[in-house]
């Protein structure tokens, strides 16, 4: 049975802005992550440390899912909110437009730690917080954008991965839009919205040993100072009872820019479609064995396997009609399948031309 490709909220959101369902990722469940080595093998290269899996990120959470967790009375919520109250008690980056993420962090995983693919999903030191011991996660429910979108693998390759990019970005952008509008409603005003603006004074220091200075809490809480809770509780309570229409109001132009570019990704990937003349493109790294050959196009993660026969053929796409093409390959004795011809258009090894 696969996942749902979204939370309940974006989903409900999403469904009436694409006017139909988007399709899951059946390759890539995080029930049963397909990165994470069999129990009999080890760990390898391109896999997943089963202690970490995919979740070496620490999540942005804006004001309304921070009160929604808080709102979930669900037996299984019960350890996710456990870990959001502990970055709540911490301090460090908790503002009225939500959870930011630790500076520590942030110095760690930018600077010397993160080597791409070699270490993501690797690195315990960069594990989430709210990563539970038996793998869950603990505000899958209400997860934000980022965590929401991010996959390994793609039903359609390179399609897949651009979908779900643009996706993300919609998602910030409604985030952001909907926190400040949020606060304002909510009347955060003054000195504190000002720090909301402009971001931490200088006087507060970097927070890099994981405490809060009471000073500056207070000032950027300013009136909801010790009320931290309950303003969180009222953004999610206000954003649950608002319709598509009025967050794209909300959001403004910037919305409205990125919902266009999710609408055309969106049409892409629920319609496949096979261009009357390819072209091969440069290919990045090919790993060849006996019978197939993983090509890498998007992400290492996800290489497009394909006959090793089929390899020295497909430069005989050099924009001619793909059919024609495809005829000369089989008559070579490669049959070249339907199926195989759209993975290789959707993985970006062959492009329109």
């Known amino acids: 049975m696969s996942e749902p490709a979204l939370p309940p909220l974006y989903a409900r959101w999403m469904l009436a802005h694409l006017g139909g369902p988007i399709p899951p990722e059946t390759r890539a469940t995080c029930g049963s992550c397909a990165m994470v080595p069999p129990p009999d093998e080890p760990m390898g290269r391109t896999h997943f ?49 939500g959870l930011a993420r630790p500076p520590a962090w942030d110095l760690v995983y930018r600077h010397g730690v993160v080597r791409g693919d070699q270490t993501f999903g690797r690195t315990r030191l960069l594990r989430c917080p709210h990563f539970l011991a038996d793998g869950r996660c603990g505000i899958w429910k209400h997860r934000e954008g980022v965590c929401a979108t991010w996959y390994c693998r793609h039903e359609r390759g390179a399609v897949g991965f651009d979908f779900w990019e643009a996706l993300g970005g919609f998602l910030h952008v409604i985030e952001r839009a909907l926190s400040y509008d949020a606060v304002l409603a909510l009347g955060v005003d003054g000195a504190a919205l000002r720090r909301l603006v402009d971001g931490p004074a200088a006087a507060d220091g970097p927070a890099l040993d994981g405490r809060a200075s009471p000073a500056a809490q207070r000032a950027t809480w300013g009136e909801w100072y010790d009320r931290e809770r309950e303003l969180y509780i009222a953004t999610a309570a206000r954003v649950e009872r608002l319709g598509w229409d009025e967050i794209r109001a909300i959001g403004g132009p910037e919305v409205e820019a990125h919902g266009r570019l999710v609408r055309e990704a969106f049409e892409r990937l629920v319609w496949a479609r096979t261009p009357e003349r390819l072209r091969l493109v440069p290919l990045g790294s ?48 490669v049959p070249l399948e339907a199926g195989t011809m759209q993975k290789l258009v959707d993985w970006g090894v062959l492009v329109a031309g």
Do not use: W
């Not at 350890?79 to 908790?94: D, F, K, S, Y």
């Open 49 to 97: 440390d089963p202690t970490t899996k995919c979740c070496t990120f620490v999540p942005r959470l804006p004001n309304f899912l921070v009160g929604a967790v808080l709102l979930d009375e669900d037996p299984t919520a019960a350890q996710g909110r456990v870990t959001l109250e502990g970055r709540m008690l911490a301090g460090i980056g908790v503002t009225p437009l």
């Open 286 to 333: 090919v790993d060849i064995g006996r019978e197939t050959a993983a090509i890498v196009s998007h992400r290492t993660y996800d290489p497009l396997l394909v006959p090793s026969a089929l390899l020295p053929h497909l430069a005989r796409f050099d924009g001619r009609p793909t059919e024609l093409v495809r005829a000369e390959i089989t008559a070579a004795g």
